[in-house]
């Protein structure tokens, strides 16, 4: 729907399927490479890319077609060659005598549609497919031709002599040698499968008698190829050059950079390198603008929390606080709240570390603590640029916790994030830092804790026998475990059979009121706190994961991983 999307949103304002608002928002992330489609439906405007493509469908008087429900004949999907399928993601589903059905995102598009008429010889008749579906089909019907498998034997085939990380090589030796085209192609293919099927993160390990690769889906690690022991030089020393990284140096630590171009999108590569016993280690996490979501209202929030926290963030000053382990969404959050800041008259700054994404209007300071440049140098230097709003990426220490706190009580909105398991304990977790809690007290504005829950599959959603047990076991009332349905995935396609696919938020959200900052003065234990704030409307972490189990959104084994009573 590529070509068609310019006229696409007045089409479904025109028919009643979207607002002009949410067609406003939808186009702010087709700015940053979001296709329209996929925009609407981050924005939650439209329930699903399928719903667009039976509308286009019909618009245009041609079918649409849910690949994911049928099975295709893989002589017939390869009448398109991979390299046409992929660059114009289209992918042949059924012949008829001599009429190819093909099912394309964007059905408007002739050239591509002559393209194969000219290739295979055959009339073209288009269906109306959604894009990730046929990426998807592209993947698994095409997989034998561009399978890691297959590179790494033709690289066993060619002549590409590996040199060992304990040869003593130049660095121009080296650099020829893994410039080769087998393991240029190796590596590319690694990365590029990772992005095609959503990963967050991609592990080169190297082992004893092995070099393993996993990729991280929905937060689960799983692996992708076991790669020939003798490989780990090259293809370790292959990501430095990509990442600019000395690939002379094996012993010590090294962090990079790499920026691809793949489906007309750019896609940042952040690089650790990693010394182990039996060789160099790399993970590269992919930051894929198409894949923050930073709009608050699809974040997972129910409707209380969601008010509180925009409430607070419309504060004139104060600080905000968000806790959570590594990889619970913190910045995500963060990122939304600003977005929503972002405007003309404000002075946006932030200091994080890293990077991950660029927005446009906010002045983002990359801190290096190995030259001086901490967080709470950042921060004092932000306070000499005349902000409006500050956001700090993590209190570290007790210097860092002064000024954020300083800054909060004169005149600034500040926003950073702790490491706690909940919110009250976040309270006397800056009192143990220094922090006085009369000052706690009196620039905090909220706190919020948070995780990410993996969601059961849409495609393959099915209802499961309630276990009265795991029910017991998360707090729920006897009477009330009859009336509660549990939901689980089956396992397909879209999902790589694992019943999952996505991931949502669930929050903790502590508004300072009246009653809360007496009970900082009065130095209350975090139970304490917790019992107030519930009282005042705060619904803890595992209430929030049972809500979204009710809703069918989780199953109840994510509810007992994720939180505590």
Not at 99 to 123: E, M, R, S, W
Not at 187 to 194: K, L, N, P, Q, R
Not at 414 to 432: C, E, G, K, M, Y
């Amino acid at each position: 729907m590529e070509k068609i999307s310019g006229d696409l949103g007045q089409m479904l304002v025109s028919a009643g399927k979207v607002t002009e608002d949410d067609l406003t928002k939808a186009k702010e992330l087709t700015s940053k490479g979001t296709k329209l489609a996929s925009a609407l439906v981050q924005v939650g405007a439209i329930a699903s890319e399928d719903e667009i493509s039976i509308f286009v469908g019909r618009q245009l008087n041609i079918g649409a077609l849910r690949l994911s429900d049928i099975e295709l004949n893989p002589e017939v999907v390869k009448l398109i060659p991979m390299d046409i399928a992929r660059k114009f993601n289209v992918v042949a589903v059924s012949k008829l005598n001599k009429t190819l059905v093909v099912a394309i995102a964007d059905p408007n598009n002739i050239y591509v549609l002559d393209a194969i008429k000219f290739i295979t010889g055959c009339h073209v008749q288009p269906v109306i497919s959604q894009e990730k579906a046929i990426q998807q089909t592209i993947d698994s019907y095409y997989a034998e031709g561009d399978k890691l498998s297959d590179i790494i034997e033709e690289m066993g085939e060619s002549d590409l002599e590996v040199v060992e990380a304990e040869v003593d090589t130049t660095d121009s030796d080296l650099q020829a040698l893994i410039s080769e085209k087998p393991l240029v192609k190796l590596v590319d293919s690694i990365i590029g499968d990772a992005i095609r099927k959503g990963a967050s993160d991609i592990h080169i390990e190297t082992y004893e008698k092995r070099v393993r690769v996993r990729i991280r889906i929905d937060g689960t690690l799983h692996e992708s190829q076991v790669i020939p022991f003798k490989y780990r030089s090259a293809i370790v020393s292959r990501v430095k050059i990509m990442a600019d990284l000395d690939i002379s140096e094996r012993r010590l630590p090294q962090d990079g950079r790499i920026k691809i171009k793949i489906q007309e999108r750019t896609i940042d590569l952040r690089v650790s390198v990693l010394p182990t016993i039996f060789g160099e280690k790399v993970v590269m996490r992919i930051l894929d603008p198409k894949s923050l979501m930073v709009d608050m209202t699809r974040l997972g929030f129910d409707e209380w929390s969601l008010q509180a926290f925009n409430n607070a963030i419309h504060l004139p000053y104060g600080i905000i606080l968000v806790t959570g382990p590594t990889g619970s969404g913190k910045t995500t959050t963060l990122y939304s709240a600003l977005k929503v800041l972002n405007q003309t008259s404000e002075n946006i700054m932030t200091a994080e570390d890293p990077v991950e994404f660029n927005f446009d209007g906010i002045n983002q300071v990359l801190v290096r603590s190995a030259i001086g440049l901490t967080f709470a140098a950042a921060l004092r230097s932000f306070l000499r640029q005349d902000p409006d709003i500050v956001m700090v990426g993590e209190i570290r220490d007790t210097e860092t916790a002064e000024i954020a706190i300083r800054a909060a009580l004169t005149g600034h909105l500040v926003f950073s994030t702790l490491h706690t398991n909940d919110a009250p304990s976040s309270i006397n977790r800056l009192v143990d830092m220094g922090i006085p809690g009369y000052l706690v007290a009196a620039a905090t504005r909220l706190i919020m804790a948070q995780r990410i829950v993996k969601k059961v599959c849409t495609n393959c959603k099915t209802e499961a026998p309630a276990s009265p047990e795991k029910l017991r076991q998360i707090g729920i009332p006897d009477e009330d475990i009859p009336n509660i349905k549990l939901y689980h995935g089956r396992g397909c396609k879209e999902c790589n059979n694992t019943g999952v696919s996505g991931r949502i938020g669930i929050y903790e959200v502590m508004p300072f009121s009246a009653q809360i900052e007496e009970m900082v003065l009065k130095g209350a234990t975090n139970q304490q706190l917790r019992e107030t704030a519930v009282d005042d409307g705060m619904r803890t972490l595992r209430t929030a994961a049972i809500d979204k189990m009710k809703d069918g959104l989780v199953t109840v084994e994510e509810v007992i991983a994720k939180t505590i009573a």
